[in-house]
């Protein structure tokens, strides 16, 4: 997949917005405010973070090895990194609607309704 591909499909969730808080080549993802995928422009070869259950992760990183390694500068038990080119598009937007969605979950009530509404 594609990083341009993969930024569209990000911003065309519920609730999610687009920033540079940590420096100018690494985008972030959110949903209302929290973090649930990050993308290295610059890296080689192109890959994304993605939150992931854990037991899930492992599991992964098992199936996918060399494509889904434990995430980069992140916490290994719940991030994943994801080769972007190694991967299939399907398989990248599912990791990423369950990333979302791990995310969406811890959610105050309050702020699901407010997502709900978008």
Request: charged share 25%.
């Amino acid at each position: 997949m594609h990083v341009e591909n993969f930024r569209n499909y990000c911003l065309s969730k519920p609730g999610v917005t687009e920033s540079f808080p940590f420096d100018e080549s690494t985008l972030v993802f959110k949903v209302m405010g929290k973090m649930f995928a990050l993308n290295g422009l610059n890296r080689i070869p192109p890959a994304v973070n993605l939150k992931c259950d854990p037991d899930r992760a492992i599991m992964l990183r098992e199936e996918y090895d060399g494509s889904i390694i434990p995430g980069f500068h992140m916490s290994k038990i719940h991030w994943n990194t994801c080769l972007l080119e190694q991967l299939s598009p399907e398989l990248i937007q599912e990791l990423t609607d369950h990333s979302y969605d791990l995310v969406v979950s811890k959610l105050t009530k309050k702020v699901k309704a407010e997502l709900a509404n978008l």
